[in-house]
């Protein structure tokens, strides 16, 4: 069984940071690329950022220079830092993992809120 933890959301001013953190275990996990999502309401999930095990980090425009995803390997844990947040940050985080079977797994979404 894969679970996946996060921690780290909260509520900060524009321009502020946060820093959320994801710890992935199960037994014989095999990752193949950690990620993080978001869901804003009324929005569909986005990508905020990916990172595959053997290649470079992944980020759509409207967080790049802004955000960065890096990973504890020993610890199967990522972590996602955001400076110069933005109200349109705002939204629920979810921590994704995807195994070597091609099996996706989500943390349970943490909030992030950013006011103006």
């Known amino acids: 069984q894969v679970q996946l933890v996060e921690s780290g959301g909260g509520l900060v001013q524009a321009g502020g940071s946060l820093r959320l953190s994801c710890a992935a275990s199960?037994?014989?996990?095999?990752?193949?690329?950690m990620g993080w999502y978001r869901q804003a309401p009324g929005k569909q999930r986005e990508l905020v950022a990916r990172l595959p095990i053997d290649g470079s980090p992944i980020y759509p425009d409207s967080v790049k220079d802004r955000f960065t995803i890096s990973r504890d390997s020993a610890k199967n844990t990522v972590h996602l830092q955001m400076n110069s947040l933005k109200p349109e940050d705002t939204a629920v985080y979810y921590c994704?993992?995807?195994?070597?079977?091609?099996?996706?797994?989500w943390g349970q979404g943490t909030q992030v809120t950013v006011s103006s």
């Open positions: 994704q993992i995807q195994t070597s079977d091609y099996t996706s797994y």
């Open positions: 199960g037994s014989r996990l095999s990752i193949v690329t």
